[in-house]
C-alpha cells in the first residue's frame, strides 16, 4: 500500500468513517471513474488544486465531476489571484501526485471549498491518495472530513 493510500486510510478511520478506499483500476477522467463505479458523473468529486499566486499555497476546490472550475469566482473566494498549481508544489504540499489528489490526509491542510452540486447525492466518491483508488461517503461526511466551505465556484 502506497504511502498516499495508507494517509487517506488513516485519515478515513480517524474521522470514524465506516469507508475504506477500493482500487478502481486506472481512471483518467471523472466520466471513467464514474462508469467503473456505476454512478453518475457528477458523484464523482475531483480534487482540483490551484496555486495562490501571492500566497504560494495551494488551495484545493471539491467539484462534481461534471463541472468547471470558475477562475474568477475561484480567485474571489481565495481572495487573491490563481494560477495553475505544478505537480511539485501538489506534492510538496499535499503528498499526492496528480490524479490521486484526495479531499482528506493532506501533508499540509490547503484551504477548501466545496461544490454544492455534491450535496445533491445520497454517496459521493473521491480519489483516494492515487489515481487507481477512490473511496465513498455522504456528501455531507466529505464536507466535513475535509473541512472544506460549501461555496459556488463552478461555471
Known amino acids: 500500500m502506497s504511502k498516499s493510500l495508507k494517509r487517506v486510510t488513516r485519515a478515513l478511520l480517524d474521522a470514524g468513517l465506516d469507508t475504506a478506499p477500493v482500487e ?9 471513474a464514474a462508469e467503473q463505479l456505476g454512478c453518475e458523473v457528477n458523484q464523482i468529486a475531483k480534487s482540483i488544486i490551484f496555486a495562490g499566486q501571492e500566497s504560494g499555497t495551494a488551495i484545493l476546490f471539491i467539484t462534481a465531476g461534471g463541472n468547471r472550475v470558475n477562475d ?11 494560477g495553475r498549481a ?54 455531507t461526511e466529505m464536507l466535513l472530513i475535509s473541512g472544506a466551505q460549501l461555496a459556488e465556484f463552478t461555471e
Do not use: Y
Not at 478502481?24 to 466520466?31: D, K, L, R, W
Open 24 to 32: 478502481i483500476g486506472a481512471a483518467t477522467t471523472a466520466q471513467m
Open 86 to 139: 505544478d505537480a511539485a508544489l501538489i506534492r510538496a504540499q499535499t503528498g499526492f501526485a496528480i490524479g490521486g489528489v484526495s479531499p482528506v490526509g493532506h501533508l499540509t491542510p490547503p484551504r477548501a471549498f466545496f461544490d454544492p452540486q455534491l450535496m445533491n447525492f445520497p454517496q459521493i466518491w473521491a480519489a483516494a491518495g492515487t489515481p487507481r483508488h477512490v473511496f465513498g461517503a455522504a456528501p
Open 72 to 82: 474568477a469566482r475561484a480567485s474571489g473566494l481565495a481572495g487573491e489571484p490563481l
